[in-house]
């Protein structure tokens, strides 16, 4: 670069991909702004499971204790059968994941880990109520455009700006997003409610039903279940969509009374409509790429998709940090080799939803190994 100014990042989205990828180049000492389009960042009322392959990644961003001493550690994971209870596969979990794998399988309130990404970012580096309307090649740059009328010139654009990304739209043109019929149920709440003990971490296997059931604090005082269940006519993917108590249970009938307990004791339930896109060959071009959902969205069968996203920014700012902005057109192309073939491949297995079923659909060494900070990029 001629004139020295510093590189212009522009990240569109602040989810966890968004916010991990600004984080990760602020560590590596590049500077970027997020565009986010809502006003302000909300809670989302959802647990989620980092396996170790996330949880390093909040490791070199100085957050794995701050998220540790706020998550839920399962010694177990039961997968069960629906309606006897039999264990179809107990998955170790505690201290044997976290020899083997370096880095422990952390459960939490969604809250904890945004809390934790965001706390990495200064505030003037997040413009909130930014809603992206246009992205346009400018010679070696990208002109962003918003609602508001505003634009903004950058030497590098990043879409993770989720499953109906403006950047990937720009990318690979019109493509239909694919609804699976299936919806998932949720909700967190005060473990004293149940009444009784039940599994700290638990997936009931049905016929096209399953449950995940798992405590997301250390005193095991919250709760969180994702019930996924056929329900073809709904088609709303929202963090707030409100799902009705009684059609939740009537789908789980015949299920075992631990199960249907977490179900019944729920105060709320809210609905996401779980959708997809085909693995796509490419998603950048030489000044514009993605991460997480705009690249790669999957359903959360395999709780992989925040964690594919956190890889992704990682590996994406090591290699931003290797070169000034004319090296960024090389760095995108080693980027997308290095990520789709596994991203690819989770998005296929999590769409089997076998994963965890008995011994045999449990191979964890190839998702639960990888280390986006430490690995060699090829
Ligand atoms: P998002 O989180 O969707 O963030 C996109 C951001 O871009 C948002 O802030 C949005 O407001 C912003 N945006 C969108 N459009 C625009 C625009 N035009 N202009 C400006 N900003 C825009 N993953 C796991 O790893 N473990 C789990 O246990 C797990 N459980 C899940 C349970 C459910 C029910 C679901 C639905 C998903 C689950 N996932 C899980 C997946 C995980 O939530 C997603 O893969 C992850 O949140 C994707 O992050 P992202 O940053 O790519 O996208």
């Given at each position: ?19 991990t990828v600004?984080a990760a180049l602020?560590k590596l ?23 170790p392959n996330a949880v390093k990644v909040l490791r070199v961003l100085g957050l794995e ?37 370096d880095a ?206 956190m890889e992704d920014a990682i590996i994406l700012a090591r290699l931003?940090s ?16 290095h ?30 190994g990888y280390d986006a900070w430490n690995g060699i990029i090829?």
């Amino acid at each position: 670069m001629s004139d020295r100014r510093p590189p212009r990042i522009a990240v569109v989205g602040a989810g966890i991909g968004g916010l991990t990828v600004t984080a990760a180049l602020r560590k590596l000492g590049l500077p970027a702004t997020i565009y986010e389009q809502a006003p302000a960042f909300g809670r989302v009322g959802a647990g989620i499971q980092l396996t170790p392959n996330a949880v390093k990644v909040l490791r070199v961003l100085g957050l794995e204790q701050q998220v540790r001493a706020a998550a839920f550690a399962p010694e177990v994971g039961y997968n069960r059968d629906a309606r006897t209870g039999d264990v179809t596969f107990l998955h170790p979990m505690g201290k044997v994941t976290e020899d083997r794998y370096d880095a422990p399988d952390l459960s939490m309130h969604r809250a904890v880990l945004h809390g934790a990404l965001e706390s990495q970012i200064p505030h003037e580096q997040i413009a909130f109520g930014k809603v992206l309307a246009g992205v346009d090649r400018e010679g070696d740059a990208v002109r962003l455009s918003f609602e508001d009328g505003d634009s903004v010139v950058a030497d590098l654009v990043i879409g993770a700006d989720g499953i109906h990304s403006i950047v990937r739209h720009t990318l690979v043109g019109e493509e239909a997003l694919s609804f699976t019929g299936r919806v998932a149920y949720r909700s967190v709440y005060r473990s004293e409610r149940l009444g009784r003990k039940i599994d700290d971490r638990v997936k009931w296997w049905g016929e096209e039903r399953h449950i995940v059931t798992y405590k997301i604090d250390p005193r095991r005082e919250e709760l969180y279940f994702i019930a996924s269940t056929p329900e073809p006519d709904f088609e709303v993917e929202s963090w707030s969509a409100l799902g009705d108590r009684d059609t939740l249970l009537a789908a789980y009938e015949g299920f075992h009374p631990d199960a249907r307990i977490v179900l019944e004791s729920a105060p709320d339930v809210r609905k996401w409509a779980l959708a997809v896109r085909k693995p796509l060959q490419s998603w950048s071009d030489e000044r514009i790429t993605l991460l997480g959902d705009a690249a790669h969205p999957m359903v959360p069968y395999m709780a992989q998709g925040a964690g594919s996203a956190m890889e992704d920014a990682i590996i994406l700012a090591r290699l931003l940090s290797k070169t000034d902005p004319d090296g960024y057109p090389a760095a995108l192309k080693v980027y997308e080799a290095h990520r789709i073939p596994r991203t690819t491949r989770i998005q296929r297995a999590a769409s089997q939803n076998k994963w965890m079923h008995t011994a045999s659909d449990t191979d964890t060494d190839w998702l639960y190994g990888y280390d986006a900070w430490n690995g060699i990029i090829d």
